[in-house]
T-cell receptor, first 113, second 114 residues
Framework: EPEVTQTPSHQVTQMGQEVILRCVPISNHLYFYWYRQILGQKVEFLVSFYNNEISEKSEIFDDQFSVERPDGSNFTLKIRSTKLEDSAMYFC???????????FGPGTRLTVL | GENVEQHPSTLSVQEGDSAVIKCTYSDSASNYFPWYKQELGKRPQLIIDIRSNVGEKKDQRIAVTLNKTAKHFSLHITETQPEDSAVYFCAASKLGGSQGNLIFGKGTKLSVKP
């Protein structure tokens, strides 16, 4: 069964550094999402992406964040200048059509020192 | 925007008992309500979902009910087993548009004691 994949599984970075988290959604899916989960807390929506543009973003998704789908398979989340509070698990998700369920990737644990 | 409240935050039951987790949502336009199970360090896994045109849905030991008027929905797990122990999240979404982002509740840590 096809799955959403994410790399790396764990990323450690210094405060102020840029990070890029990568996701490969399921191949025939059209809608893509990033969520984050701070340790022990709920999953929070960051951004949705459809038809090569952002369709919605939360207040967490400020100017330090950006998303890109550089080719037909990858979907990336960039954090330009990481802060300590960006430490979290970041999940990518994809959706086939607007009436289907979302499938989550295994997550990338980001640790900002 | 949508806000989802979930109760209780922790729930401990004996193996074989039933467990009920309740959620409320604020946006009457939400029409899709999935439940996810998350084991420690793993991704959320969809266990059951319900759409707003249905009041109840059942899948073996798991059932979900939806009351659109009251804007609340519940997860029922019967004959609980130790492997049901995990954190359960409810969520709400508006399917059919270009968004579909999920708004999650804070989660319920379910412990099933053998």
């Amino acid at each position: 069964e096809p799955e959403v994949t994410q790399t790396p599984s764990h990323q450690v970075t210094q405060m102020g550094q840029e990070v890029i988290l990568r996701c490969v959604p399921i191949s025939n899916h059209l809608y893509f999402y990033w969520y984050r989960q701070i340790l022990g807390q709920k999953v929070e929506f960051l951004v949705s992406f459809y038809n090569n543009e952002i369709s919605e973003k939360s207040e967490i998704f400020d100017d330090q964040f950006s998303v890109e789908r550089p080719d037909g398979s990858n979907f990336t989340l960039k954090i330009r200048s990481t802060k300590l509070e960006d430490s979290a698990m970041y999940f990518c998700a994809s959706l086939k059509g607007s009436y289907n369920e979302q499938f989550f990737g295994p997550g990338t644990r980001l640790t900002v020192l | 925007g949508e806000n989802v409240e979930q109760h209780p935050s922790t729930l401990s039951v004996q193996e074989g008992d039933s467990a009920v987790i309740k959620c409320t949502y604020s946006d009457s336009a939400s029409n899709y309500f999935p439940w996810y199970k998350q084991e420690l360090g793993k991704r959320p896994q969809l266990i059951i979902d319900i759409r707003s045109n249905v009041g109840e849905k059942k899948d073996q030991r798991i059932a979900v009910t939806l009351n659109k008027t009251a804007k609340h929905f519940s997860l029922h797990i019967t004959e609980t087993q130790p492997e049901d122990s995990a954190v359960y999240f409810c969520a709400a979404s508006k399917l059919g548009g270009s968004q579909g982002n999920l708004i999650f509740g804070k989660g319920t840590k379910l412990s099933v004691k053998p």
